[in-house]
């Protein structure tokens, strides 16, 4: 099993909801985070996990919340909202420590705040 | 601020050409280095990484590396329609995750049958 799977591939919420993005991955990978990415635009780094703590937040505003609940999962909170967070985002894992082999990137949940 | 260039394009080429895409990087000290492959509305793969100067081949896909210059770039050999899409170069940022990376802003290429 070589995916990283993200649930749901599409969410639509307003500015006053609450909502979860999930993300798992089976590669045995020590290594998660977050990637945001608007149209036209590259990925942009925004939280690394390395074995289950939080190694890298890159002053995201605290709307957004990562969690790791343990080596396979990761979770991105989101509350109050603003339209410009309208994205992609895009959980993604990789091996830690060594030679980088790079990350390896789920599908995506595209999102849209009204 | 560590920074990946690349030519937005669009890159036309015929089908069964050869496809170049470059990348320049700003951090000298930067070690992997790596290709994503981007179609629209979708999500980045990776199709290629390099470490070392010189060339990396995997199928009709090539790698170089030249760190003194600070230059990466793809060729794709034979391209086909279907390798119409944005690519990516990426560099790893250090600190110790492999995939923290920062991206170029992607070359659009389209492969014209």
């Known amino acids: 099993d070589t995916e990283v799977t993200q649930t749901p591939k599409h969410l639509v919420m307003g500015m006053t909801n609450k909502k979860s993005l999930k993300c798992e991955q089976h590669m045995g990978h020590r290594a998660m985070y977050w990637y945001k990415q608007k149209a036209k635009k590259p990925p942009e780094l925004m939280f690394v996990?390395?074995?289950?703590?939080?190694?890298i937040n890159e002053s995201v505003p605290s709307r957004f919340s990562p969690e790791c609940p343990n080596s396979s999962l990761l979770n991105l909170h989101l509350h109050a909202l603003q339209p410009e967070d309208s994205a992609l985002y895009l959980c993604?894992?990789?091996?830690?420590?060594?030679?980088?082999?790079?990350?390896?990137f789920g599908q995506g949940t595209r999102l849209t705040v009204v | 601020q560590k920074e990946v260039e690349q030519n937005s394009g669009p890159l036309s080429v015929p089908e069964g050409a050869i496809a170049s895409l470059n990348c320049t990087y700003s951090?000298?000290?930067?070690?992997?280095f790596f290709w994503y492959r981007q179609y629209s509305g979708k999500s980045p793969e990776l199709i290629m990484f390099i470490y070392s100067n010189g060339d990396k081949e995997d199928g009709r896909f090539t790698a170089q590396l030249n760190k003194a210059s600070q230059y990466v770039s793809l060729l794709i050999r034979d391209s086909q329609p279907s390798d119409s899409a944005t690519y990516l170069c990426?560099?790893?940022?250090?600190?110790?995750?492999?995939?923290?990376?920062?991206f170029g802003k992607g070359t659009k290429l389209s492969v014209k049958p």
């Open positions: 951090d000298r000290g930067s070690q992997s």
């Open positions: 996990y390395s074995y289950e703590k939080l190694s």
């Open positions: 990426a560099v790893n940022r250090g600190g110790g995750s492999q995939g923290n990376l920062i």
């Open positions: 993604a894992s990789s091996q830690d420590g060594g030679p980088s082999r790079g990350a390896f």
